[in-house]
C-alpha cells in the first residue's frame, strides 16, 4: 500500500513563508496584523505611564471584548481583527501610503480609451473603436483578418473599410503603425508617414526581414545590385523606427531587488547574515490573557481567541523558521562558494541542490524553496541564490570548472574576437580546450552561447 505523507495546515503554511523573498514576507505580516488581534509589532515605542499603559490595555480588551460578545449572541463570531482605534491607524497609514505611491502607468488599452474622447467619430465609429482598442495585442497589432473584426465588433453591418477609418484616427493621434497586422505593415506604415522612404529601405521592408534579423548582407547586397555601404544605411534608417507601437505604454516591468541575504568582509573574513531590517518582527499581544479571564465560559469567546492565539504562535515560529533555515541554507551556499567571493564568476564550483541539503540536513525541496526569488547581495555584486547552483564540466587537471564559469568564458571570448571574422562554435570549443584545457563539445557551447543570448558567429559578423 502506498505511503502519503499527510501535511497539517501548519506545516503547509511553514513552506509557504519559507519560500517567501523579503519583501512579500513584509506583506504577509502586515496581512497578519490586519487580521490577528494578538499578533503586534516588536518594535520598542516609548513605554507611556504605567497608569496609563494599564487603562490603555483595558479600554482595548474592554472593547474587543464587547465586539465578540455581541458576535456571539448574534451568531456571527468571527475574526474581528482589532479594536477601531487600530483600524483608524492602520487605514491611515495606507492612506499615506498610497498618496506616496507613483501613480500606475497607464496600459495601451486605457491611453486609448483616454484619446477616444477626443476623437471626431460618430456613435457607430466609437463602437468600432472600443472594440478595436480591446483588441489589440500587447505590441499594437491586430494581426487578426479584417472581414473577421468587422463581423465580431457588435455593430450592424460593419465594414473592414470602416474599421480603417477608425484606426487611420487612431494612427494619427497616437502613432502611425498602430493597429498593424505584422512587423512589416508596422515598418511600412511608419515609412509612408515619415517622409524617409526611399526605394531600397522599402525593397528592404518588403523582401529581406529575414535577411536582416541574421546579418546576411551579402545576400541582401547581391539581390539588390547593391553595395553593401548601401545596405548598412538603409538598415540604419529602418532601426530608427518603432517595432511595436503599443510597447510605450503599460505599466514598466521593472523588478525590485531586496537581497535577502548580505555577504561582507570583515576583519578579513567573509560574513553571511540575513537582511533582518528588512523584516519588522512580531510578537504576541499579552492582551490575550486578560481577555481570557474576563470573557464568560461557553459563549464561544474564549474558544475563539485560543485559536486566534494558537494561530498567532504558528505565524511567528513559521517566520523564525524561515529565518533561520535560510541562515543556514546561505553559509552552506558560501562555505562552498568562497573562492568566488575572492575571484568572481570564473572561480565558481558545482554545487548541486542535493549537496547543501546534505549539509543542512533539510529535504531538498526545502533548499529550492528557500533560494526561490532570493538575492544574495556580495562583494561581487547582487545574484540570485539559485545562481550559486550549477552542474560543471572536468578539465584536463581533474577540476571540475561549473557551467557559470565556463559561460563567463565563452562571453569573454566573444568579447575579444575580431568582429571581421568571428569564432564559431566550434573554434570557440577549441579555444576553450587550448587556453584553459576544458574539454566541451560544440554543442554544449552552442547551449551556452544561447543561454547568454549571443548571436550566432553569421550574425556576429561585421561587413
Request: aromatic share 4%; net charge negative.
Amino acid at each position: 500500500m502506498e505511503q502519503r505523507l499527510v501535511q497539517s495546515p501548519q506545516m503547509i503554511q511553514a513552506m509557504q513563508i519559507l519560500q517567501l523573498p523579503a519583501i512579500d514576507l513584509e506583506e504577509r505580516i502586515e496581512q497578519e496584523l490586519t487580521e490577528n488581534p494578538f499578533l503586534e509589532l516588536a518594535e520598542p515605542e516609548p513605554d507611556p505611564e504605567p497608569e496609563e499603559r494599564t487603562a490603555a490595555e483595558a479600554g482595548r480588551v474592554e472593547a474587543l471584548l464587547e465586539v465578540l460578545e455581541r458576535r456571539t449572541n448574534d451568531r456571527e463570531i468571527g475574526p474581528p481583527s482589532r479594536s477601531q482605534g487600530a483600524y483608524d491607524e492602520d487605514g491611515e497609514r495606507k492612506l499615506e501610503a498610497m498618496q506616496n505611491t507613483p501613480e500606475k502607468p497607464k496600459s495601451l488599452s486605457e491611453a486609448l480609451m483616454d484619446e477616444l474622447a477626443f476623437l471626431e467619430l460618430d456613435e457607430r465609429g466609437r463602437k468600432i473603436a472600443e472594440y478595436l482598442i480591446w483588441s489589440l495585442d500587447e505590441k499594437g497589432y491586430l494581426p487578426q483578418p479584417r472581414e473577421d473584426l468587422a463581423r465580431d465588433c457588435g455593430v450592424e453591418n460593419a465594414t473592414p473599410e470602416e474599421l480603417e477609418a477608425v484606426l487611420a484616427a487612431f494612427r494619427e493621434a497616437i502613432h502611425p503603425a498602430l493597429g498593424a497586422r505584422d512587423l512589416r505593415e508596422c515598418l511600412l506604415l511608419q515609412l509612408d508617414a515619415s517622409g524617409i522612404d526611399t526605394p531600397l529601405v522599402r525593397t528592404l521592408v518588403v523582401d529581406h526581414l529575414e535577411d536582416i534579423t541574421t546579418n546576411r548582407l551579402p545576400r541582401i547586397a547581391k539581390a539588390t545590385g547593391r553595395s553593401i555601404e548601401d545596405v548598412k544605411h538603409a538598415i540604419e534608417t529602418i532601426r530608427t523606427l518603432e517595432p511595436a507601437p503599443g510597447a510605450q505604454y503599460g505599466e514598466a516591468r521593472t523588478e525590485v531587488i531586496l537581497p535577502d541575504v548580505t555577504v561582507e568582509e570583515i576583519d578579513g573574513r567573509y560574513e553571511v547574515r540575513l537582511n533582518r531590517a528588512r523584516v519588522r518582527e512580531i510578537t504576541l499581544n499579552p492582551m490575550y490573557r486578560q481577555l481570557l479571564r474576563q470573557a464568560k465560559k461557553g459563549d464561544g469567546v474564549q474558544e475563539w481567541v485560543k485559536k486566534r492565539v494558537e494561530a498567532a504562535r504558528w505565524f511567528i515560529d513559521a517566520v523564525q523558521q524561515r529565518h533561520s533555515t535560510l541562515q543556514r541554507i546561505a553559509d552552506a551556499i558560501f562555505v562552498r562558494q568562497h573562492d568566488f567571493l575572492d575571484k568572481g564568476i570564473k572561480a565558481l564550483k558545482p554545487l548541486r541542490m542535493q549537496e547543501v541539503a546534505d549539509v543542512v540536513k533539510v529535504h531538498i525541496s526545502t533548499v529550492s524553496r528557500a533560494v526561490s526569488g532570493k538575492y544574495a547581495e556580495t562583494p561581487r555584486g547582487i545574484f540570485p541564490l539559485k545562481f550559486f547552483f550549477t552542474g560543471g564540466t572536468a578539465n584536463e587537471d581533474g577540476e571540475v570548472e561549473s557551467q557559470a564559469a565556463i559561460k563567463q568564458r565563452i562571453a569573454e571570448l566573444v568579447s575579444q574576437e575580431d568582429p571581421d571574422s568571428p569564432l564559431s562554435d566550434d573554434q570557440l570549443a577549441a579555444r576553450l580546450e587550448e587556453r584553459d584545457r576544458i574539454h566541451i563539445a560544440r554543442r554544449t557551447v552552442t547551449k551556452y552561447r544561447k543561454a547568454l543570448s549571443i548571436p550566432s558567429s553569421s550574425q556576429r559578423r561585421r561587413f
